[in-house]
């Protein structure tokens, strides 16, 4: 029977002996030995989990080492011999015995293994004579690993929550201690609750992720958005630069039936004609396709001009490149005017406001003109109907007719087209695409559409932020309708709902969920590319298969080696002596949405993943792939050059005389090495993995108005309708996503605050841009981990919540929680908020991206105060709201120096002239 520490506890603990004797008899049947032998052996019980072989094997012998363990005094334990006097050892065991409540052997290990950590942690508090948490010991067993000749050593990774944890009794080793008359231990009993709260902070502060996902196995990479927005503007950028000539190609690749044709041969055969048509689709010269006739094909020259190849190869070559030149007219004149720079040009010819909301209505019209047969099937899906609609919004002249609409597209297409560059098909071409990594056996075309398909459903899942089971659905199981928002309608005219299997939360019933414009192109771009049919799953899928593991990271490479920000930035860097003029020469050169600093942070973190994604990759497709045997490997100078060198960069001299010095048979050595020279390439590592994305899209949910998240968020999340992503926020798995969310959006944004403040470009305003400039003003020229960390602090330490509105960000503030604005008895009212209760907030902060919410939701008091025969009285609020928003415009105007905010700051100036003569006293700022 077990004993329990109630038992313990009411007796002297000189009776603890028997006790404790009787448990470790208890706990294994299996169990052979004494309490006092330094080996512990359990044999399994060969059911559920525990199954093997192999005995789980205890050594407490490591206990033994006085310089890693010490004891806070002497006890003593009566046994039926005499008095025994209580070692570091014994201890363990009594400690081991004291948490060891499961029958099940396989958690032996683990109990164990956490038991040391916790020791190790108390000998080092008093050792070091440092005041013992558990907020200590929790980072110390995730992060601490035990070496029996070095002590506790940093790992590289954290170890995983059963290793660390998940059997840490810590509750019962204090009971136990205490009856044992260890009176100075150095931690005492806490709360369940304590508890939890300390081990979730923890989690937060060591790993990124909260105690649920790390009890639930969550990943400890975390892209984040600061890093994965490059990552995405990357993408974005590659494929609509080459979709078009990948389709095209893809469609010349298949065209080799009508190619046997023309050329009589057997459609579908293979052989030397088979070979000749990829080579010339590859762009190879005729001279050399000839030699590898010769080679291949033919054993003499003489049998290879005796046959009609060599006249054929020039007609070959000019076949495949007049249909490359069809099809790359065709798919340019279907996706070239999805680009948001094409898109402008429309909205200027057809006399529409030029604007993010402008342009994303275009972009459905645009879609439905594309489509016809959606406008036959269903009156309201009409492109002529859907226009009239969305020119009441974004035209000032009523005379542009839908006629005269579809008139200026097709003229803009063919002017698209005329300026087109119909590439020749040959190596230069296929080498101006950086396809190097994606080669190995593929061609060129192939290769080139593998990148695409990769960038298009890495895309597809950061802006859904869905699971990567749950992509096997096909382009008929999405449907298209008006959408009846009122307010969203004239940015989203279209809705797109997608009815398919959420496994892990509904299992077989299929579900409703939305995708944005963004997100239907690129599905509509991935079926073109791929060739397949409405009714197949569109990522080549069936339900519930795995999705993602290499694509969402099989671009990064390329995107740090060309990426163009990063390339400026290398570009820069050669430069002996920045000076000044320079400096403001290179942030010019970023967008508002990527600043010169930020690029710099983040390529050198990029960097270091990109060598050590690059060596792995070098290596892995041989099958060589294991730390310890790429160290012995490059030891002996067995490494691919390419990879060696990698080595050689990344690796320290230190590190690298450490390695041909050591003995690589001593287990321990070897281990020791695979901890160094993984730190040398992990060290900062970041690098997209499906559940990374995830956290970037619940993230971009909290910055989707700010101005530091670009292309993103300006392409993906809809303006004004909170519902179309707060439902994926209530599941369990996304509230502790959306945790770790608000807290990196909350620590970038005051760190670009305070960075902003030294290099200029500060688009913020509110009440709160003040508070943050008295933190900042001491950071300024602090390192960017001081900024981030200070940044991190701020957030641990004052923040509450944030939410997002279309006219600023509320930070909630502790201590300005009562101040609020919405409060109602000192709680704020949060679902209240709105321009006339936010502006002048303490919480609330204004960010570039707000300024044309701000100016939508004013539109209407615009309108009612510039009504000339409208009584003053309707028109008080009003002013008051503009008053409002245009002095936080001004600030912003001021803290930013951008002449850009002027033609908002003058629309609101002209609006209240128009009433000067009715309300005295208009002030401006």
């Known amino acids: 029977m077990s004993v329990n520490n109630t038992e313990l506890l009411s007796r002297s603990y000189d009776e603890a002996f028997d006790l404790y004797q009787a448990r470790f008899q208890t706990i294994s049947s299996n169990l052979s030995g004494s309490l006092f032998d330094d080996i512990w052996l359990f044999e399994r019980s060969g059911s559920g989990f525990d199954t093997g ?17 010490v004891l806070p005094q002497e006890f003593n334990l009566l046994t039926p011999s005499g008095a025994y006097t209580g070692d570091f050892k014994l201890l363990a065991k009594l400690l081991f015995l004291e948490g060891c409540n499961t029958v099940y052997t396989y958690a032996y290990s ?62 019962e080793y204090v009971a136990a201690v205490k009856m044992l008359g260890l009176s100075d231990w150095p931690l005492t009993r806490i709360s369940k609750e304590k508890w939890t709260q300390q081990l979730n902070k923890t989690c937060l502060d060591v790993l990124d992720i909260t105690y649920d996902e790390y009890r639930d196995g969550g990943s400890y990479n975390f892209l984040t958005l600061d890093y994965g927005r490059h990552y995405f503007d990357y993408l974005g950028s590659v494929i609509e630069k080459n979709i078009s000539v990948s389709i095209a190609l893809n469609k010349v690749a298949d065209d080799y039936d009508l190619f046997c044709q023309k050329y009589g041969r057997k459609v579908g055969s293979r052989g030397v004609h088979h070979d000749i048509y990829l080579r010339v689709l590859k762009g190879v010269p005729i001279d050399e396709i000839k030699e590898s006739l010769i080679k291949v094909h033919f054993k003499a020259a003489g049998s290879l001009e005796n046959s009609s190849w060599p006249n054929k190869l020039a007609e070959m070559q000019r076949w495949c490149q007049e249909r490359f030149a069809s099809y790359l007219i065709e798919s340019t004149r279907q996706y070239a005017l999805f680009s948001e720079d094409n898109l402008k040009k429309l909205a200027k010819s057809i006399d529409f406001k030029i604007n993010f909301n402008s342009i994303q209505a275009l972009k459905h019209l645009v879609y439905l003109i594309e489509n016809e047969t959606l406008g036959q099937v269903d009156n309201a899906l009409k492109a002529e109907n859907v226009y009239q609609e969305i020119k009441q919004t974004y035209c000032d002249s009523s005379e542009i007719s839908y006629s005269r609409f579809e008139q200026q597209l097709n003229e803009l297409k063919d002017v698209i087209v005329d300026k087109l560059d119909i590439p020749q098909l040959n190596e230069s071409f296929y080498r101006s695409f950086n396809l190097d990594l994606f080669y190995h056996s593929k061609s060129p075309v192939s290769a080139l559409s593998s990148s695409i398909e990769c960038a298009l459903k890495t895309l597809v899942a950061s802006i859904t932020g869905w699971r990567r089971s749950e992509f096997g659905f096909a382009m008929n199981d999405i449907t298209l309708s008006r959408n009846a928002d009122s307010q969203d309608s004239a940015i989203h005219p279209i809705r797109f709902i997608v009815k398919w299997f959420v496994p892990k939360t509904n299992g077989e019933t299929k579900l409703n969920r939305e995708v944005t414009i963004d997100t239907y192109m690129y599905l509509d771009m991935l079926r073109a590319l791929t060739g397949r049919c409405d009714n197949d799953s569109i990522f080549g899928l069936k339900r519930k298969s795995s999705l993602l593991g290499n694509v ?25 002596d920045l000076s000044e003029e320079k400096r403001a020469w290179a942030r010019l050169s970023f967008s508002k949405d990527f600043s010169y600093s930020d690029c710099i942070d983040s390529e050198k973190v990029i960097e270091k993943s990109y060598r050590y994604c690059k060596a792995i990759s070098l290596v892995y497709s041989k099958g060589q792939f294991s730390t310890s045997n790429l160290i012995r490997k490059y030891k002996a100078g067995n490494l691919p050059l390419d990879v060696a060198r990698t080595w050689d960069e990344a690796l320290s001299p230190e590190l690298k005389e450490h390695i041909l010095s050591s003995d690589l048979e001593d287990s321990e050595q070897i281990s020791d090495l695979v901890r160094l020279v993984s730190s040398a390439f992990l060290g900062e590592i970041v690098y997209p993995t499906p559940h990374a994305l995830r956290h970037c899209w619940a993230e971009a949910v909290y910055r989707r108005f700010t101005g530091d998240v670009g292309w993103f968020i300006r ?32 620590s970038s944004l005051v760190a670009r605050h305070i960075r902003g403040q030294s290099e200029g470009g500060q688009y913020f305003a509110g009440r709160l841009d003040a508070y943050l400039r008295r933190i900042g003003k001491n950071l300024r020229v602090a390192a960017p981990s001081e900024v981030r960390s200070a940044a991190e602090d701020l957030y641990d330490n004052e923040i509450v919540d944030v939410k997002a509105n279309d006219w600023g960000i509320c930070i909630l503030r502790r201590r300005a929680m009562n101040k609020a604005k919405c409060a109602d008895g000192g709680v704020p009212q949060r679902h209240k908020a709105g321009i006339s209760l936010c502006f002048g907030c303490s919480n609330n902060l204004i960010d570039i991206g707000h300024v044309e919410g701000i100016m939508i939701h004013i539109a209407t008091d615009v309108t009612v105060v510039t009504e000339p025969d409208l ?7 009003g002013v ?43 002030q401006y700022t």
């Open 715 to 746: 392409s993906n999340f809809k303006h004004l309708n909170g519902s179309f992503f707060m439902r994926y926020l209530r599941n369990k798995m996304m509230r502790s996503i959306d945790e770790i969310a608000k807290r990196n959006f909350v």
């Open 110 to 171: 683990y109990h164990f293994s956490c038991l040391t950590k916790y020791l190790g942690y108390i000998s080092e508090t008093l050792k070091k004579e440092k005041v013992a948490s558990y907020k200590g010991l929790f980072e110390f067993a995730m992060t601490r690993q035990y070496s029996p000749s070095k002590g506790f050593l940093h790992r590289l990774k954290p170890y995983k929550y059963n290793s660390a944890i998940a059997y840490l009794r810590d509750q």
């Open 53 to 69: 072989k192999q005995p789980i094997r205890l050594d407490f012998s490591i206990f033994d080492n006085s310089e890693h363990f």
């Open 880 to 922: 008051s709201n503009i008053k409002k928003a245009l002095r936080q415009l001004v600030s912003m105007r001021a803290n930013s120096g951008d002449s850009a905010l002027d033609v908002y700051i003058n629309h609101l100036k002209d609006a209240l002239e128009q009433v000067r003569e009715e309300v005295v006293d208009v």
């Open 552 to 576: 969402v990271y099989a671009n990064w490479l390329n995107f740090y080696l060309y990426y163009k920000p990063f390339v400026t930035v290398r570009e820069l860097k050669k430069l002996n």
């Open 871 to 877: 009584p003053f009285i309707f028109k008080k609020e």
